[in-house]
């Protein structure tokens, strides 16, 4: 059984909310994010208390003294009770702790890792895989930086995706993703395996990170192309170092310095944020081994295989045989899903551990 005063708290504070919606009062824009945040878990509130309330009038029903109306209360009482577990655990699922983060906006880096040009070729599939993703999604995207190989790869690239709940539904696929196929330079037809990684960070809203101009080194300089061959011939690609952390971020993706600058400074504050919610999540839980939503980006997470048409998350042990149409960006959602859900399972079992 889920506390009554825990249900009755939320519901409380967002009739609270709601009044002072209505009467004008309060931060608007902060009222109308937390009610927005609360009005799915009042939902699954209200259908939980239905159905409980539902339950106990079949249960008096069931010891009426009319027999065909008791047999009636009965049947239903048996098909109510069937579902019980699953509305119970719907609403478990709202109640959890939710990362602060998780509405945010995200910004997308993808790095060829080992495997020379095949790794760039595979983070450029990699980086369309998202695009196309977020495409379906109806999110915005944009290319805040991108390095790109004379072969049509990338060395490294970072998008940023706006929408409602990004954060929450791609924040699983930070790590290593490793493919296994046929380069197409390969001559002699032997499978190669290269990697490449993903790092997914939360946007940075200006109350979130403060940057200090005196903590930055901002360079300029001539941005260019695959090969060294120049874009334009004035110094508009720019290059901002963190001195403090020693953070690096480059940008040529715009003609114009101003609009570059505003770019790589919107990838410091991320990585900056990043760095941050690491800290203090290792300090919480330092002893946690799970991989999903530990944010270790040196774990091998998924591999590609081409020659079989697979794809296999290792965290979860989960396969499909449709490889085509998830390096499409039109299945990655069964990953993304399925991930979140396990997730879900896993802080579930963690707090119901912790109660009994």
Known sequence: MIPAHKLERITRRFDEIEAQLSAGAGDFVRLSRERAQLKPVIEAINHYLSAERERNSLEQLAQSGDAE????????????????????????????????????????????????????????????????????KG????????SETGLGGIKDAALEIAGEGVYAQLKFESGVHRVQRVPVTEASGRIH???????????????????????????????????????????????????PTGLVVACQAE??????RAQAMKVLKARLFDMERQRLADARAADRKGQVGSGDRSERIRTYNFPQGRVTDHRINLTLYDLDRVIAGDMLSRFTD???????????????????
């Open 193 to 243: 395996t290269s990697a490449a990684t993903v790092a997914v960070l939360p946007e940075a809203e200006d109350v979130d990170v403060t940057v200090n101009e005196s903590d930055l080194r901002i360079d300029v300089f001539r941005a260019s192309g695959a090969g060294g061959q120049h874009v334009n011939k004035t110094e508009s690609a720019v290059r901002i170092t963190h001195l």
């Open 338 to 356: 399925a991930l979140i859900a396990h997730d879900q399972a896993e802080r579930l079992a963690a707090m119901e551990g912790d109660a009994a």
């Open 139 to 146: 999110w915005r995207t944009e290319i805040l930086s991108l």
């Open 255 to 260: 003609k114009s310095q101003h609009k570059n």
């Open 69 to 136: 109306m008791a047999g009636l209360a009965r049947e239903e009482l048996a098909e109510l009770k069937a579902r019980l577990p699953e509305i119970e655990t719907a609403l478990k699922i709202r109640l959890l702790p939710k990362d602060a983060a998780d509405d945010s906006n995200v910004i997308l880096e993808v790095r060829a890792g080992t495997g020379g040009e095949e790794a760039s070729l595979f983070a450029a599939d990699l980086l369309r895989m998202y695009q196309r993703f977020a495409q379906l």
